[in-house]
Protein backbone atom coordinates (compact mmCIF):
# COMPACT_ATOMS: atom_id res chain seq x y z
CA UNK A 1 0.00 0.00 0.00
CA UNK A 2 2.98 2.33 0.84
CA UNK A 3 4.34 1.34 -2.80
CA UNK A 4 1.23 2.10 -4.70
CA UNK A 5 0.56 5.46 -2.45
CA UNK A 6 4.24 6.51 -2.85
CA UNK A 7 4.18 6.00 -6.94
CA UNK A 8 0.45 7.54 -7.29
CA UNK A 9 2.05 10.85 -5.43
CA UNK A 10 4.24 11.09 -8.19
CA UNK A 11 1.94 12.08 -10.25
CA UNK A 12 -0.60 13.69 -8.48
CA UNK A 13 -1.47 15.58 -4.68
CA UNK A 14 -2.49 12.72 -2.08
CA UNK A 15 -4.89 15.36 -0.09
CA UNK A 16 -6.47 13.08 2.67
CA UNK A 17 -5.79 8.96 3.57
CA UNK A 18 -8.00 6.89 5.30
CA UNK A 19 -7.73 4.81 8.06
CA UNK A 20 -6.24 0.97 6.59
CA UNK A 21 -9.71 -1.56 6.81
CA UNK A 22 -9.18 -5.55 6.53
CA UNK A 23 -11.88 -6.98 5.20
CA UNK A 24 -13.56 -10.32 3.86
CA UNK A 25 -12.90 -11.20 0.36
CA UNK A 26 -16.15 -10.70 -1.71
CA UNK A 27 -17.15 -12.98 -4.50
CA UNK A 28 -13.79 -15.55 -4.72
CA UNK A 29 -13.96 -16.48 -1.07
CA UNK A 30 -10.80 -18.77 -1.15
CA UNK A 31 -8.11 -16.13 -0.27
CA UNK A 32 -6.47 -14.13 2.37
CA UNK A 33 -8.16 -10.99 3.83
CA UNK A 34 -7.67 -7.59 2.48
CA UNK A 35 -6.16 -4.48 3.60
CA UNK A 36 -8.46 -1.30 1.97
CA UNK A 37 -8.43 2.64 1.99
CA UNK A 38 -9.43 5.45 0.36
CA UNK A 39 -7.66 8.52 -0.98
CA UNK A 40 -8.92 11.87 -2.10
CA UNK A 41 -6.49 13.17 -4.21
CA UNK A 42 -6.07 16.63 -6.45
CA UNK A 43 -4.97 15.86 -9.93
CA UNK A 44 -4.84 17.89 -13.89
CA UNK A 45 -5.17 14.55 -15.00
CA UNK A 46 -8.85 13.40 -16.81
CA UNK A 47 -10.45 10.39 -15.97
CA UNK A 48 -8.45 8.26 -18.72
CA UNK A 49 -5.55 9.29 -17.58
CA UNK A 50 -6.02 8.98 -14.24
CA UNK A 51 -7.33 5.34 -14.86
CA UNK A 52 -3.95 4.54 -17.03
CA UNK A 53 -1.51 5.70 -14.36
CA UNK A 54 -3.73 3.61 -11.96
CA UNK A 55 -3.66 0.18 -14.43
CA UNK A 56 0.45 1.15 -14.80
CA UNK A 57 1.39 1.51 -11.41
CA UNK A 58 -1.26 -2.21 -10.80
CA UNK A 59 1.12 -3.72 -13.15
CA UNK A 60 4.16 -2.34 -12.07
CA UNK A 61 3.26 -4.00 -8.43
CA UNK A 62 2.92 -7.20 -10.21
CA UNK A 63 -0.87 -7.24 -10.87
CA UNK A 64 -1.81 -9.66 -14.22
CA UNK A 65 -4.99 -10.00 -15.95
CA UNK A 66 -6.93 -13.01 -14.29
CA UNK A 67 -10.67 -13.96 -13.32
CA UNK A 68 -13.11 -11.64 -11.46
CA UNK A 69 -12.48 -11.01 -7.47
CA UNK A 70 -9.18 -12.85 -7.95
CA UNK A 71 -6.81 -12.54 -5.70
CA UNK A 72 -4.35 -9.29 -6.36
CA UNK A 73 -1.47 -7.80 -4.95
CA UNK A 74 -3.04 -4.16 -5.51
CA UNK A 75 -6.33 -2.93 -6.90
CA UNK A 76 -6.62 0.97 -7.39
CA UNK A 77 -10.00 1.79 -8.65
CA UNK A 78 -11.24 5.58 -9.03
CA UNK A 79 -14.50 5.97 -6.81
CA UNK A 80 -15.76 9.14 -7.97
CA UNK A 81 -14.26 12.22 -10.31
CA UNK A 82 -16.01 15.62 -8.90
CA UNK A 83 -19.33 14.68 -9.40
CA UNK A 84 -18.73 13.29 -13.03
CA UNK A 85 -20.98 10.70 -14.69
CA UNK A 86 -18.87 8.86 -17.08
CA UNK A 87 -19.85 5.77 -18.56
CA UNK A 88 -18.20 3.96 -21.54
CA UNK A 89 -16.48 0.39 -22.21
CA UNK A 90 -13.13 1.37 -20.17
CA UNK A 91 -14.33 3.53 -17.14
CA UNK A 92 -17.58 4.08 -15.41
CA UNK A 93 -17.54 6.45 -12.98
CA UNK A 94 -18.68 6.51 -9.97
CA UNK A 95 -17.70 2.92 -9.08
CA UNK A 96 -20.14 0.69 -10.75
CA UNK A 97 -20.66 -1.34 -7.24
CA UNK A 98 -19.65 1.66 -4.73
CA UNK A 99 -22.89 1.19 -3.01
CA UNK A 100 -23.48 -2.43 -2.45
CA UNK A 101 -19.37 -2.43 -0.87
CA UNK A 102 -19.09 -1.67 2.87
CA UNK A 103 -15.30 -2.43 2.54
CA UNK A 104 -15.80 0.70 0.26
CA UNK A 105 -17.69 2.97 2.34
CA UNK A 106 -16.20 2.76 5.51
CA UNK A 107 -13.28 4.03 5.02
CA UNK A 108 -15.11 6.77 1.93
CA UNK A 109 -17.24 7.90 4.95
CA UNK A 110 -14.23 8.11 7.16
CA UNK A 111 -12.62 10.73 4.99
CA UNK A 112 -15.32 11.92 3.12
CA UNK A 113 -19.21 11.42 4.53
CA UNK A 114 -20.96 14.11 2.96
CA UNK A 115 -19.93 13.89 -0.45
CA UNK A 116 -23.42 13.08 -2.80
CA UNK A 117 -23.36 10.47 -4.81
CA UNK A 118 -24.04 12.34 -7.94
CA UNK A 119 -27.00 9.30 -9.45
CA UNK A 120 -28.03 7.91 -5.52
CA UNK A 121 -28.57 11.28 -4.46
CA UNK A 122 -27.35 10.11 -1.31
CA UNK A 123 -24.45 11.06 0.87
CA UNK A 124 -21.42 8.69 1.26
CA UNK A 125 -22.78 8.29 5.10
CA UNK A 126 -26.24 7.66 4.15
CA UNK A 127 -24.97 4.31 2.07
CA UNK A 128 -22.03 3.71 4.25
CA UNK A 129 -25.24 2.75 6.94
CA UNK A 130 -27.47 1.65 4.14
CA UNK A 131 -24.77 -1.19 3.11
CA UNK A 132 -24.65 -4.84 3.98
CA UNK A 133 -21.63 -6.51 4.82
CA UNK A 134 -20.34 -4.12 8.19
CA UNK A 135 -19.60 -7.27 9.93
CA UNK A 136 -16.85 -8.08 7.49
CA UNK A 137 -15.10 -4.74 7.71
CA UNK A 138 -12.88 -3.63 10.75
CA UNK A 139 -10.13 -1.04 11.31
CA UNK A 140 -6.59 -3.15 10.98
CA UNK A 141 -4.46 -2.87 13.99
CA UNK A 142 -1.46 -5.65 12.82
CA UNK A 143 1.29 -5.56 15.37
CA UNK A 144 0.98 -2.18 16.54
CA UNK A 145 1.09 -0.89 13.01
CA UNK A 146 0.72 2.81 12.99
CA UNK A 147 -1.44 3.64 9.79
CA UNK A 148 0.03 7.36 10.23
CA UNK A 149 3.66 5.82 8.67
CA UNK A 150 1.81 5.96 5.62
CA UNK A 151 0.46 8.88 5.56
CA UNK A 152 3.57 10.33 6.66
CA UNK A 153 4.93 8.47 3.97
CA UNK A 154 2.38 9.56 1.20
CA UNK A 155 1.34 12.30 2.22
Not at 72 to 83: K, V
Request: hydrophobic residues 40%.
Amino acid sequence: MIQALTLLSQELRLEELSSIYETEPVGYKEQALFLNAVCRITTNLNPWELLHLAKTIESEMGRTPSFPNSPRPIDIDILFYDNQVIKTQNLTIPHPRLAERAFVLAPLAEITPDLIHPELSKTVAQLADEVEGHSGVRKWTSGGFDVSTIRRRAL
